[in-house]
């Protein structure tokens, strides 16, 4: 319920918008608060390009990991509230293992947190544990119309997560991990690692372990000895 003191500040109140699944700029940007755990998910069920299965560190290294299970249709919903200046902060939910709070382009980017007992809240045990505790992501709205947030669980508050939401923490995605992170250039990478594995297997001979060149040697000896 608005407060008496909100309604007669109207003009003043700041915009935020609710919605389920999170739009395509919740990709690539660096937490203020919580963590982005999707990524280490898809990893543990698999459903990640070979060289982020196996080189992880590649990934992370140019921020590729701080992915989010967006579509990839851009409907121009965030720009407008870029352009617009209406919307302070956006809340969305959908990436269990998301639970991080956002700024980009002069709006806030939320998720929630997962707070039901009942799966698929971690892709039925596929994508591994999840990386935090279950709870609830809170919103406040002060009568001075200032906005922050949180996350409570069955313990209380959380600690490091309460972020006051009023454009001074501030980490938009870098240049660098919006053009090397793009999904062209993963699948590209992608291309070359499959390419690499090949020319591997075609042109060094397969590895064999210390056991199997032994049992190689007694038979070649065997062999020689019946000659």
Request: with cysteine; hydrophobic share 40%; net charge neutral.
């Amino acid at each position: 319920m608005i407060s008496k003191k909100l309604r007669e500040r109207k003009e003043t109140l700041p915009g935020l918008a609710f919605f389920h699944i999170p739009l395509p700029q919740y990709r690539y940007n660096h937490p203020i608060s919580g963590k982005l755990g999707l990524f280490d998910a898809a990893r543990t069920k698999g459903q990640v390009p070979l060289v982020a299965q196996y080189l992880p560190w590649i990934v992370k290294l140019f921020g590729a990991h701080r992915v989010a299970g967006s579509s990839m249709l851009e409907s121009g919903l965030f720009e407008s509230f870029s352009r617009e200046g209406n919307v302070k902060a956006t809340f969305c939910g959908h990436d269990h293992y998301n639970d991080a709070v956002m700024w980009r382009d002069g709006v806030y980017l939320c998720y929630g947190r997962v707070c039901s007992y009942t799966p698929p809240i971690d892709w039925e045990g596929k994508g591994g544990p999840l990386p935090f505790e279950l709870g609830a992501r809170i919103v406040e709205v002060r009568p001075d119309a200032s906005v922050s947030t949180w996350i409570q669980s069955k313990d209380g508050i959380e600690p490091k997560s309460y972020v006051p939401l009023d454009h001074r923490d501030r980490a938009p995605a870098g240049l660098c991990a919006r053009i090397l992170c793009s999904n062209v250039t993963l699948k590209l990478v992608n291309a070359i690692a499959i390419l690499a594995i090949l020319v591997w297997v075609i042109m060094f001979p397969q590895y064999r372990s210390p056991e199997e060149l032994a049992a190689e040697a007694r038979l070649e000896a065997g062999l020689d000895e019946l000659n």
